[in-house]
């Protein structure tokens, strides 16, 4: 029997200066994808996939995180007496219940690796689940949840991953892939933003981790990696002399909401999957596209 995962880390203090000005007083995770924002994607994901405790890791000016994961009872009021009954109906369900919820704060933009280090004692010694929100996932089920599938049968730590084109993979952790389908394979070294030449493969971290809580003791050494930053990546590397590391090639596609054309092409792409606007909207992008010229290279 494997030990269950319960709690999930989001580590939401990063200070967003690719969409300046909109994060100048707004955190970056509160921006919307069609109508819901970013953060609410991986939270709705986390509980899709059991679990019961979300922790999150903020930073400064992001108070309005902790309003959101909160009740508005003057909305609710308003809705209710203006018979508003499935956007009330809404609401209600993206909330975590009383108690399912920390908060607890990166006091210095140190690192992925310290941010997770912030949360060790919320979570204690259990295993837990790690989603950085900026990438968000069209997929069914739910990312995390294909996780906790191979995580049942595996144990130990499960990283999600994904192809991308080898030329891309200087932006990413980078996995090296052993024996095993894809829905669970058992992972060889890893290696946090190498050149295309030092990469061990195309197959990239994901943002979606499962972790075993040696992870910490492992993390408290801070050492600096990449970047002059603490990584969550060196940490794991580590903890593959001690424990197994599981691959899932998850089934879906990922969207970096971290940078400008990740999060338009999620809204087109999630916008398009919406019965109530699908359809006009996709009247719009076609008259938009037909008027667009189109360059015919010689
Ligand atoms: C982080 C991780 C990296 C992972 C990426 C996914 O990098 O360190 O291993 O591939 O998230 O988005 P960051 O995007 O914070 O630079």
Redesign the pocket.
């Known amino acids: 029997m494997v030990r269950r995962v319960r709690t999930a880390v989001l580590p939401v203090a990063g200070l967003g200066t690719r969409f300046l000005p909109a994060t100048k007083a707004m955190p970056k995770e509160m921006l919307t994808v069609v109508d819901k924002p970013v953060i609410q994607y991986a939270v709705d994901e986390a509980r899709e996939a059991g679990i019961e405790h979300l922790v999150f890791v903020t930073g400064r000016n992001k108070g309005v995180i902790e309003d959101h994961f909160d009740r508005q009872f003057e909305l609710e009021a308003t809705l209710e007496s203006r018979g508003k009954l499935e956007e009330l109906e809404q609401l209600r369900r993206d909330l975590p219940r009383a108690g399912q919820t920390s908060f607890t704060r990166q006091q210095e933009p140190l690192g992925?690796g310290h941010a997770v280090w912030c949360a060790r004692d919320i979570v204690g010694r259990e295993p837990f689940a790690l989603l950085?929100p900026?990438?968000i996932f069209k997929s069914e089920p739910g990312v995390l949840k294909q996780m906790m599938d191979a995580y049942e049968e595996s144990g130990g730590n499960v990283i999600a991953v994904e192809e991308v084109d080898p030329a891309d993979v200087a932006?990413?952790?980078v996995v090296a892939r052993g024996e095993g389908p894809d829905s669970g394979f058992s992972i060889t070294g890893m290696v946090?933003k190498p050149s295309p030449e030092e990469a061990p493969s195309n197959l990239?971290?994901?943002?979606r981790y499962i972790l075993q809580p040696e992870i910490f003791m492992l993390l408290s050494e801070q050492t600096v990696g990449t970047g002059g930053e603490i990584?969550?990546?060196d940490s794991m590397r580590h903890l593959m002399d001690m424990q197994p590391f599981t691959g899932v090639k998850y089934e879906g596609r990922s969207f970096?909401c971290?940078s400008k054309i990740g999060f338009l092409t999620a809204n087109v792409v999630f916008a398009l999957d919406r019965p109530d606007i699908a359809e006009t909207f996709m009247d719009e992008l076609r008259a938009l596209t037909g008027e667009i010229p189109i360059t015919v290279e010689e």
């Open positions: 992925l950085l900026d990438m932006s990413y952790g946090e990239i971290i994901s943002g990584q969550i990546t970096d971290g």
